[in-house]
């Protein structure tokens, strides 16, 4: 397998620039990181997850051979990073997704996914999502010295958004609440953790693949004010890329 080539990003938080073959050596990385990760918190470590389609792959991975009998299902609890205002069985949810991409594949304990509520009013899903989010954390506050989640997984769209942090929008301005209403999101409305909630997490990792991603790409590793680069981390941010999004012609 190539040896990933690692290319450090200079800026205030510890960032990292993975380039890896393709989609399966991306989704192999994410998951022996996300291994490791959790193996590397005790108790109950948290995962925030992302929605779309790059991270499908990783979570099909995750339910096959070494990850499923490595992982500690028992303890690990998850999170979503977003949800599209569907229910929960419409095929745009990102909790479908994962729960038959994963959960529906290996033994995780019920009490132990946590997906965004949308069998309520928007607005009340937020403020309720923010509630779950406080309780299994302890507290109404975050700490910079114990971060919400063990790891975080984060997409980047065409526009620069990720989870449903988009460019101009309210959410991403959001410095207080842990979870925020996207209504004006298209084609469907939204919810979101904020950039407060997301940064509370020990390591995040951006998995971003394919030739359309190639210039948004560009514009990160330039630095560009765009929802992703405002993403701060209590540790490391690891960007796992493919070569086709890094622009690197695949051999
Ligand atoms: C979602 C995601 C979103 C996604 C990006 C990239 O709910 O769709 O949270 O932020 O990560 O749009 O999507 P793709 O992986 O499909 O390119």
Known sequence: ??????????????????????????????????????????????????????????????????????????????????????????????????????FDRVGVPAENIHPMPTDRALPQVAADYERVLMQFYGAERLLLDRPLFAATLLGLGTDGHTASLFPGSGALEEEERWVAAVPDARPEPRITLTLPALASSGEIAFLVSGAKKRDILSQIR??????????????????????????????
């Open 1 to 102: 397998m190539m040896v990933p080539s690692r290319v450090a990003m200079a800026n205030s938080v510890q960032t990292e620039f993975v380039v890896l073959r393709g989609p399966k050596t991306l989704a192999r990385c994410a998951a022996d990181w996300l291994l490791a990760r959790v193996l590397a918190v005790a108790e109950r470590p948290a995962v925030c997850l992302s929605g779309g389609a790059t991270p499908l792959m990783l979570y099909q991975l995750l339910a096959e051979a070494p990850w499923r009998d490595r992982f500690p299902w028992s303890r690990v609890h998850w999170f979503w990073g977003d949800e599209r205002f569907v229910p929960p069985d419409d095929p745009r949810s990102n909790y479908r997704m994962v729960r038959a991409a994963l």
């Open 222 to 251: 330039r630095h560009d004010d765009l929802p992703a680069t405002r993403i701060d981390s209590a540790g490391r941010v690891h960007w796992f890329v493919d070569r086709a999004a890094a622009g690197k012609e695949s051999h």
